[in-house]
């Protein structure tokens, strides 16, 4: 895993990631978290040594949703890109020698799974879900996103029976409500779910790599 996060690397650094969404009026729709979800993520134990965590999980979450997508179309070919976002360079000494540090600050990662339709947007409001039990999925992903990163931004577009919609919003520890509103967009070549995580915090940050992920052979 730690490769592939290397090679995207080397792809995504120093690149601004954007993400096109049209301005519609709507009607929103609230739903709502079936337990107290600060007081989940404050008692999950995340170790500060694993602060790649989130990162793996949202990966597997795109694994998963790929899967679930192939089993109605077997011709599907997955993708999963992951972006690291770093901050504005800096410089430090180190014996001499000049060496330029980028902190990494978040993770976009962006897939052509199933999306974030009504099942899945369920079993996401439900805490204690066992929706993707019988995969090995534990249900915890979320909980290390929000113990690692201030915010995680959500946009999924996707094909609803014969209209194509898209599900958007903010997941963050003091807001219970989610706007769970579908909106209906233009026809899309694919479905594209995407899953930014904002802010890492403390300890979290300090964990994560300080110098760019590249191998470099001689």
Known sequence: MLKEIKKIDKMSHNKKIKIDMKKEERTKLMSFFTSNLSGRVRNFELPATKALMPLYESIVNSIYAIDERQQKENTLNGRIMV?????????????????????????IIIDNGIGFNDANMKSFLQLDSTYRIEKGGKGVGRFTWLKAFRKAKIESCFENGNQ???????????????NDSLIKIDELKDNKTVVILEDCLSPYKDKLPKVQLINVNN
């Open 83 to 107: 972006h690291i976002v770093r901050e504005p360079q800096q410089y430090i000494q180190t014996d001499g020698i000049d060496g330029s540090i980028n902190d990494i600050t978040g993770f």
């Open 164 to 178: 194509w919609v898209k599900r958007s919003f903010d997941f963050m520890l003091g807001q219970d409500e989610i």
